[in-house]
């Protein structure tokens, strides 16, 4: 009920400001279990896919999202349950990715749509980067679910990272022919079996949203960002103190 009322108010709203285009919408099955993996460009990803399809699809969400204090807290909480998040405490890197697995295989076989993001986190730059081996082709292989590509379109344009208000502009959604690896079933172990089928997923996002392939982690891309900029500043900082103390009486350059 929750989730049909929110349909109604957000998913209409998104598409009557946002007029976002779709192709390959009849891709995805008009009933039964499938999981649609996509690529991650901004926060508002998790919105515009669900608005564009006629039926539920729930991705996973932080946990924080659902546990904040205060009527801020709750209303964040309502509206995340009421677009068909489910949360999953992130704290342990292992437990969050089993529990997001577990998750995954009771919304299949229920018969629904589960989304993922196969890069587990956003891209920090507007590339694509190497999929995560262990959730979707663990929850593809478990429940036999075909596997439905799906590319974004420059919603990082619409917003970025650390952005609150987004900016009024039309993003794209292009949705590519299922994929079945039913015929791997019963090679969960198989790690090799999990980076093939993660990979050649990629290949069809990578395929459809014209991106930039980066064959690393989205996470340890933003570390090495992040390490970077730390240095970046600390240069300009020293620089700075330098030319101060260039600038102070008696400094360097100064007449005695």
């Given amino acids: 009920m929750l989730y049909g009322v929110m349909k109604l108010s957000i998913g209409n709203g998104l598409k009557l400001a946002f007029r976002p285009w779709v192709e390959g919408l009849e891709n995805v099955p008009a009933e039964g279990p ?11 990803d998790s919105f515009f896919l669900p608005a564009v399809l006629d039926r539920k699809v729930t991705f996973i969400a932080k946990a924080e999202y659902f546990t904040t204090p205060g009527v801020k807290g709750r209303l964040t909480a309502a ?37 993922i993001y196969p890069e587990g986190t956003r ?16 929850v593809a292989l478990a429940t036999g679910a075909p596997v439905i590509p799906v590319a974004m379109i420059d919603t990082e344009k619409i917003q970025p990272p650390g952005k609150v208000v987004p900016k009024l502009m039309r993003p ?22 999990l980076r093939s089928i993660t990979d050649e997923v990629m290949y069809e996002i990578m395929k459809l949203s014209g991106q930039e392939y980066v064959d ?6 933003k570390r090495q960002i992040a390490e970077r900029e730390k240095a970046e500043k600390a240069e300009r900082a020293a620089r700075t103190a330098k030319a101060k103390g ?6 360097p350059g100064k007449a005695a």
């Avoid at 891209?123 to 663990?138: F, H, Q, V």
């Fill in 123 to 138: 891209s920090p730059d507007g590339r694509l980067y190497r999929g995560k081996p262990g959730g979707l082709a663990r």
């Fill in 79 to 115: 509206f995340f349950k009421g677009v068909g998040q489910l949360p999953v405490d992130r704290s342990g890197a292992r437990g969050a990715g089993e529990a997001a697995i577990r998750s995954g295989i009771q919304v299949l076989e229920r018969g629904e749509l589960f989304g």
């Fill in 172 to 193: 794209g959604i292009r949705i590519g022919r299922p994929l079945d690896f039913r015929r791997y079933q019963g090679m969960e172990g198989d790690r090799f079996v």
């Fill in 216 to 221: 690393i982690y989205a996470t340890a891309a």
């Fill in 246 to 251: 260039a600038d102070a009486p008696g400094g």
């Fill in 34 to 44: 499938a999981i649609l993996a996509s690529n991650h460009l901004s926060f508002c």
